[in-house]
């Protein structure tokens, strides 16, 4: 069964260091997602991409996070200079139609990439 | 603006009997409704969902679940629960471009 992949699972990090996390979605899907889950908390929404751009992000989504999606398999999501708060759970989600209204689809999750930020 | 509240952060119950986690939303729109389950360790795996199709909602593993308009309610049951339904549940409304995730309820399962 298809999946969406994460990598790594686990990352240590200094703060101000930059990090990238990997996520391959499953190959027919349109839409790609990044949420996050601090430890103990709700998970949040980042960003949302689709046509090669962003097309919703939060507000926790600034300046120091970026999204791309270099060679048509992988989405990346950039952290620029890390901060002790970034520390979470990031997961990655792809779906064949939007995740949001009016199409709601069904939103497929990797297993998450750990970061944490010493 | 849509969001979601799980009424219950924490349930336990025996191996055997019935479980029910509770979520109310709120919706500007005819909303979309998913419940997820996050094992340990584990990625998030859509149980089921309500998309204004049927009300009673038929999901994996003995799930379903129950669209109540007057209620502003989204609940999860099960008849019986197993062991290995221990986890955490993430009632979910769909936003305008993404999706809201509620606090979730860690549900354990004793023998």
């Known amino acids: 069964e298809p999946e969406v992949t994460q990598t790594p699972s686990h990352q240590v990090t200094q703060m101000g260091q930059e990090v990238i996390l990997r996520c391959v979605p499953i190959?027919?899907?349109?839409?790609f997602y990044w949420y996050r889950q601090i430890l103990g908390q709700k998970v949040e929404f980042l960003v949302s991409f689709y046509n090669n751009e962003i097309s919703e992000k939060s507000e926790i989504f600034d300046d120091q996070f970026s999204v791309e999606r270099p060679d048509g398999s992988n989405f990346t999501l950039k952290i620029r200079s890390t901060k002790l708060e970034d520390s979470a759970m990031y997961f990655c989600?792809?779906?064949?139609?939007?995740?949001?209204?009016?199409?709601?689809?069904?939103?497929?999750f990797g297993e998450g990439s750990r970061l944490t930020v010493l | 603006a849509q969001s979601v509240t799980q009424l219950d952060s924490h349930v336990s119950v025996s191996e055997g009997t019935p479980v029910l986690l509770r979520c109310n939303y709120s919706?500007?729109?005819?909303?979309?409704l998913f419940w997820y389950v996050q094992h340990p360790n584990k990625g998030l795996q859509l149980l089921l969902k309500?998309?204004?199709?049927?009300?009673l909602v038929k999901g994996i593993n003995g799930f379903e679940a129950e669209f109540k308009k007057s209620e502003t309610s989204f609940h999860l049951t099960k008849p019986s629960a197993h062991m290995s339904d221990a986890a955490e549940y993430f009632c979910?409304?769909?936003?305008?471009?993404?999706?809201?995730f509620g606090a979730g309820t860690r549900l354990t399962v004793k023998p």
């Open positions: 989600a792809s779906s064949p139609i939007g995740g949001g209204l009016p199409n709601t689809g069904e939103l497929f």
């Open positions: 919706s500007s729109y005819s909303p979309s």
């Open positions: 190959s027919n899907h349109l839409y």
């Open positions: 309500y998309t204004s199709a049927a009300t």
């Open positions: 979910v409304v769909s936003g305008v471009r993404d999706m809201r």
